[in-house]
């Protein structure tokens, strides 16, 4: 899996117009691989590629984030019992 390089740090040092990889954007904007899948699917915030694989350009992960950031409706929610809550 891609990896982002040590440089890039934040979204603005990505092309904006090439598509990234849930695994590839995970560590830069701090979310886990399975976290920013999940709210791709809830928010419809995405672009759907080859074999229906979820990719992101930039502009779609800040839009993502904004959505996790207003308090969007489950994004906090692991959508099932959670035990350690």
């Not at 440089?7 to 920013?36: C, H, M, R």
């Not at 995405?46 to 489950?74: E, F, H, Q, Y």
């Given at each position: 899996?891609?990896?982002?390089?040590?440089?890039?740090?934040?979204?603005?040092?990505?092309?904006?117009?090439?598509?990234?990889s849930p695994e590839f954007l995970a560590p830069i904007?701090?979310?886990?691989?399975?976290?920013?899948?999940?709210?791709?699917?809830?928010?419809?915030?995405?672009?759907?590629?080859?074999?229906?694989?979820?990719?992101?350009?930039?502009?779609?992960?800040?839009?993502?984030?904004?959505?996790?950031?207003?308090?969007?409706?489950?994004?906090?929610?692991?959508?099932?019992?959670?035990?350690?809550?």
């Amino acid at each position: 899996m891609a990896t982002p390089r040590p440089e890039i740090l934040k979204l603005s040092d990505l092309d904006p117009d090439a598509f990234y990889s849930p695994e590839f954007l995970a560590p830069i904007v701090g979310f886990t691989n399975w976290e920013i899948r999940d709210y791709c699917r809830r928010s419809g915030i995405n672009t759907r590629l080859a074999k229906n694989r979820i990719m992101l350009d930039v502009d779609d992960a800040r839009r993502l984030l904004r959505w996790v950031k207003a308090g969007a409706p489950g994004a906090n929610d692991s959508g099932g019992d959670n035990p350690f809550k």
